[in-house]
């Protein structure tokens, strides 16, 4: 199963008990830090967000309100002594940031720290359980965002059957992959009888800080969840431009030209107390859409 | 009048929803802020802090627990821009590190941000209001403690009788400065008869992060009130040492020997949940203590 957790869906300042951006990709246990605003590792206490489960960590980009809790995090790492290995994806200067900070404190972390440079669309991480892209979004400075994308799982032994049949364990992994075995006097045992389909891996997107951009929709295409800034309400949309920035309705249109199921919106200016009217405007575009609550859990199915 | 609030009471991580170093020194309108943990610009805003009336940031060493929230507060600053310049007071350091956070976010701050480098003991800030001092502690990396010392305040002018006196407006200034008044005729106006001696100024003392050291006494001594770190309680001396931090009875007999009149403790390990037996256990030193507890104000007098 895939979800998000929203540890922070404010843009810039702190402001309404709203924090800097920040959610956490879940993936049978193992959780994917997207950016990570001042305070993310309180949130994180408050959310009850198991920080020992983290490996990876992706920034979208340099300016501040995504990524200045980062070092806080890194260091409590270390002090809980508690990880195994580290990685974070990011834009090249981070690295040099952190070990700065690092070094002036005369800090050495416990656990081995990976930096990965993200400089263009390009494959982060490709196991048996998922496939991470990223891809380059419409801001002032290098931004990206970032795909979720589950492996479709294996075919499922229906183990009864499968014995009833005498096939030998070492014919189970061809099973899964969609194999009919055919028996040592011929017969045929297909597989579609002995095997069921396994649902399609799920897929989410994190579209960072961007302008309405439609370069962006190859990369989201029939994604079952994205989530889209919307840092202004509709009436803002010169200076949404001038700021790099989205609005509620460019949101909703990127969700319905890129086909995907489902949309959430965050990113809100600090000057909005109500957020209401961003999902009634969004809403008029793209219907299946919601705010990005800070603690709540979205599954992504 | 003279204030401290206490923003974050923690040592190195948060825990037990308390949080890394951060104080405002409050002098007649104008907030001094004193360290600046991560989410400290959070916390200014859950304890209503103006943080338009602060143009003096110290930062008393570069581990993260006292520094981490700066960066967001002077971009903060740089959103709110309701400021006319801003002076930050600490280990060299720190400038290349905010620099080089601003120039990869290619952010350009609209208001003047001056940096002073502390090396040692020395005045950092001597007006008709205020002096403010640093001095050395004993930790890992360079480390400094601050005094603030209140002008003691001129005469007061009993307004009436100076009128009745006769006294030209040109001398009301010597008056405040304690000068009798000689009328033409020769008569002597004595000083004490028209004016009031003003109280003292207040003084207080952040200690920071340090082992127990003798040193320190000789900038505070007979304080109105100190606020000195208690990481440990008192039974775990040596890990206190190794650590370059100090314990509860530490922190009394620091208090006592300075012959202050008020102690405040605090940076508390994120081991302990109860802070009752820190305040047991420096009282037995030192009676008049106080845990510095987050969100609250002390008066300094």
Do not use: W
């Not at 810039?12 to 997207?34: E, I």
């Not at 800080?209 to 295409?221: A, K, L, S, W």
């Not at 957020?275 to 992504?300: C, D, H, R, W």
């Amino acid at each position: 199963m895939l979800t998000v957790t929203i540890l922070g869906n404010n843009s810039a300042v702190p402001a309404f008990n709203r924090h800097p951006t920040s959610q956490v990709v879940t993936q049978d246990g193992t959780n994917y830090l997207v950016d990570c605003g001042e305070g993310t590792q309180i949130q994180m206490i408050k959310y009850k967000v198991r920080r020992g489960k983290i490996s990876h960590i992706f920034i979208s980009h340099l300016h501040g309100d995504h990524y200045y809790g980062l070092i806080g995090l890194l260091n409590t790492f270390g002090l809980l002594s508690h990880l195994q290995e580290l990685h974070v994806f990011a834009p090249a200067p981070l690295q040099e940031i952190i070990e700065l900070q690092l070094k002036v404190a005369e800090t050495h972390l416990p656990y081995a720290l990976h930096f990965h440079t993200i400089s263009g669309n390009a494959t982060l991480v490709d196991n048996e359980q998922i496939t991470i892209k990223c891809f380059r979004t419409d801001h002032r400075i290098p931004t990206y965002g970032f795909t979720f994308e589950e492996k479709t799982r294996k075919r499922k032994l229906l183990i009864e059957k499968v014995r009833e049949q005498e096939i030998p364990v070492t014919f189970y992994s061809s099973l899964q992959e969609g194999l009919d075995y055919t028996k040592p006097d011929g017969t045929v045992v297909y597989n579609a009888d002995i095997t069921t389909t396994p649902a399609p891996g799920n897929k989410y997107a994190f579209c960072a800080d961007t302008r309405y951009d439609e370069r962006i929709i190859e990369h989201i295409r029939g994604f079952d969840l994205i989530y889209h800034e919307t840092t202004y309400l509709d009436n803002l949309q010169e200076q949404a431009f001038a700021r790099f920035h989205s609005t509620t309705r460019q949101a909703g249109t990127i969700a319905l030209k890129a086909g995907v199921k489902r949309l959430l919106i965050g990113h809100f200016s600090s000057k909005y107390n109500e957020l209401e009217p961003f999902l009634e405007e969004t809403k008029s575009v793209f219907a299946n859409t919601s705010l990005a609550m800070e603690g709540q859990t979205y599954e992504i199915s």
